[in-house]
């Protein structure tokens, strides 16, 4: 069921009451209702093949599907202008569809529909649960085992259930509208992903060296990480928190001034909707958070004595604003009013300022540690100290590591504060979770190796714990960057495009294939291309962010195309998710995928279009589909040798951008168009039912990849052996 549907059963309901109407506006009503008829019986079909497979609820969602399906050909039949006398001596039928049946319908079909959907959503729900508690089975019989032939067997079977598992939060991140918990959830996947290497290599070092302290600490570690994450998994899905906590994390200090200053600029249409005492709370919560920047040994010593300076000036600035304030709410004079205006303009530049200094303290501090920590030193240090088994040397280093753990946790608590956005403030918090448990696991991973130099599996250990370290380095300049473009306005909450596997990343034996990147010279090449992108994809965010409907399906596949071309933007900077050409190229299918999708919602929306301006959308959605072909073909071509594997990743950019280029025209002209509509210009006629019928390429309506598309449900029918979990940022 799509929203073009209830759009539909709207027009039905609201059609206008005329005595008579002609031939040409009963055969546009039947239409409608065929269509209706038509996309319920889609699908209901889905609903009773997801009965047949859930028999706990076969009963419900039956009963749902045969309501729907009755509402549905209720509705055709009163809108079935065959079953009417047609006097052949009037060109108008004096007749009056029954209204009121149609609304009965309607309502009866918009109930057993939502129960479908909710009896859907809890078989989703019990297919992660059940999923992950095989996951949790399968760890507990890894954690006893005592021989290697009995790992390998049981760790075959726990990688196919992590593919599972996989399967099933991919495709409940993507249904998830609430951006907070997408992050969040894309956050725990990521723990998983990385996790799955991690059990791998400590589980084989514990068994190698049964014996060994360091190695057990190691392996218990992996283990209660994972059992965090999939507990966290389950927390999202279910909506719920262990013992009915509330999660309530600590406010960041853009959040508070955000809406501090939202209270006070209130003041202007209503004196008396607060008091002073709930301002001064919220002005002492905010400056409690800026101990956080004034207390940390990290913060410059400028930095501190002007967030000192401010928080003294914000206390002075909400003492006359409330002076004011009070004297105003006694006697409204013209004079006291403007007083009121200049206090509250003082006050907000005041915290304007403060949020400003704080920012600045924030991010200079992670471009110094990022930068100074990113020739790995220490990490490099361990691995030759332990080869070595030069334990005095580890245990320098590893100190030395602790250190380095301590400063970044620390960066991470500060960007929290000024990240601008719930997803990229979780981010924040789950990148220092990362630093304060990976930074013990590589000292017990480093210890483990100097007690076994000659080990090559707690060398192979060490190496994977290293590169997850090195992993969320890399990511962190990735956060540090849109951090910024944040608070400098160039980039809002983007909808992070999640569709995206690691091809070879994990394949039967979970061993890596070896990345393909771009050299400093070729990223150098290509540049000016991925700056090109990166303006094209903040024009295109320009564009969509004048949309008053976000869910409409054009300005959705807009803003995915946006997201993923800014991920090949960044790609070119040697940043972000895409990590190899590999997965350039898979990025380049899926973004051409999407544009696709957006000619035929452009297409559909022609069709709806009385205007001057429709040959020319038909013809630029006929270019864009043209466009997109040759981006597939270029993305699947097969090539050999560095400079060919170049040329192909230049040809991509190239053809995403012009791609982007000619969106960047699109979506000015169906907004345009669609502003006339509500303008009142009434030449948006009703979609043929035709549309409402049509199937996209390559799929058919029974296939599960249909039935996914209609209720969010994915079959576990043909699962890739790849594991596709995404990093996160």
Not at 424 to 453: K, Y
Not at 605 to 632: G, Y
Request: with cysteine; net charge negative.
């Amino acid at each position: 069921m799509t929203p073009k549907v209830f759009t539909q059963i709207t027009t039905l309901i609201n059609h206008k009451d005329k005595p008579k109407r002609s031939d040409k506006t009963l055969q546009a009503i039947q239409r409608v209702g065929q269509a209706v008829n038509l996309a319920v019986g889609r699908f209901v079909t889905v609903g009773e093949a997801i009965a047949n497979e859930n028999h706990e609820l076969k009963e419900e969602m039956s009963v749902a599907c045969i309501e729907a399906r009755r509402a549905g050909e209720t509705i055709a039949q009163l809108t079935d202008v065959s079953s009417l006398d047609h006097p052949e001596s009037d060109s108008h039928i004096t007749i009056f569809t029954d209204k009121t049946g149609v609304v009965k319908a309607a309502r009866l079909l918009l109930s057993s529909v939502t129960k479908v959907l909710v009896l859907a959503d809890r078989i989703v729900i019990k297919q992660i649960i059940t999923s992950r508690n095989k996951v949790l089975a399968t760890m507990e019989q890894l954690e006893k085992v005592s021989s290697f032939q009995e790992f390998v067997q049981i760790f075959s079977q726990f990688g196919n259930e992590m593919v599972e598992f996989a399967h099933l939060t991919g495709d409940r991140q993507n249904d998830l509208k609430d951006e907070k918990k997408k992050a969040r959830m894309a956050a725990s996947r990521a723990v998983l992903e990385k996790c799955t290497m991690m059990l791998l290599t400590a589980s084989k070092t514990c068994l190698r060296h049964p014996d060994c302290e360091s190695a057990r600490i190691n392996k218990d570690g992996v283990f209660h990480r994972m059992r965090l994450a999939l507990e966290q998994v389950i927390e999202i899905v279910t909506d719920s928190r262990p013992n009915g906590e509330n999660e309530m994390p600590p406010i960041s200090i853009y959040s508070g001034i955000k809406e501090f200053k939202n209270k006070v600029e209130g003041l202007r249409e209503n004196l008396y909707f607060l008091s002073k005492e709930n301002l001064s709370t919220m002005l002492e919560v905010i400056l409690e958070h800026t101990e956080d920047f004034t207390d940390s040994a990290y913060t410059s010593h400028e930095h501190r004595e002007h967030i000192l300076e401010l928080s003294k000036q914000a206390k002075m600035e909400l003492e006359q604003l409330v002076s004011v304030w009070m004297q105003a709410q006694n006697q409204k004079t013209k004079d006291l009013l403007e007083d009121l205006e200049v206090a509250i303009l003082k006050t907000c530049q005041c915290m304007n300022e403060l949020k400003r200094e704080v920012h600045s303290a924030a991010t200079s501090l992670a471009a110094d540690l990022l930068k100074y920590h990113m020739d790995h030193m220490v990490l490099k240090a361990l691995k030759i100290t332990g080869v070595e088994g030069n334990l005095e040397a580890v245990a320098e280093y590893t100190c030395k590591l602790s250190e380095q753990k301590e400063q970044l946790v620390e960066m991470c608590r500060l960007l929290r504060h000024v990240s601008g956005t719930e997803p990229l403030e979780i981010t924040c918090i789950h990148a220092e979770d990362t630093f304060q448990v990976t930074g013990p696991q590589i000292i017990s991973a480093a210890e483990t190796l100097a007690l076994h130099p000659s080990s090559k599996i707690a060398k192979e250990n060490l190496e994977v714990f290293c590169e997850a370290w090195e992993s969320q380095l890399s990511d962190m300049s990735m956060l540090l960057r849109e951090i910024n473009d944040v608070f400098e306005g160039r980039r809002g909450e983007k909808r992070i495009y999640l569709s995206l596997p690691r091809p070879g990343k994990h394949n039967a034996n979970l061993k890596a294939l070896k990345p393909v990147k771009l050299d400093t010279e070729e990223q150098a090449k290509i540049a000016k291309l991925g700056l090109e992108l990166h303006l094209l994809t903040s024009d295109m965010d320009s564009e969509t962010e004048k949309w008053e409907d976000q869910e409409n399906e054009i300005v959705q596949h807009g803003q995915g195309m946006s997201s993923m071309a800014y991920s090949m933007y960044l790609f070119t900077r040697g940043e972000g998710l895409l990590k190899t050409t590999q997965d350039l190229f898979h990025q380049a299918e899926i973004f051409a995928t999407e544009g696709t999708k957006l000619a035929s919602a452009l297409q559909a929306f022609s069709d709806q279009v009385h205007d001057d301006d429709k040959p020319l959308l038909l013809l630029e959605a006929e270019k864009l589909i043209s466009m997109c072909k040759q981006l597939q073909i270029t993305a699947k071509a097969s090539v050999q040798g560095k400079s060919a594997t170049f040329t192909k990743v230049d040809a991509c950019i190239l053809k995403t951008r012009n791609v982007m280029t000619l969106l960047c025209q699109l979506l000015p002209l169906c907004y345009k168009l669609l502003r006339k509509n509500k303008a009142g210009n009434g030449y948006l006629k009703p979609a043929p039912p035709w549309r409402e019928d049509r199937i996209r390429p390559g799929t058919n309506a029974h296939t599960p990849e249909r039935r996914a598309e209609t209720l969010g449900i994915k079959s576990l029918e043909n699962h890739v052996t790849n594991m596709t979990f995404l990093e996160s940022k």
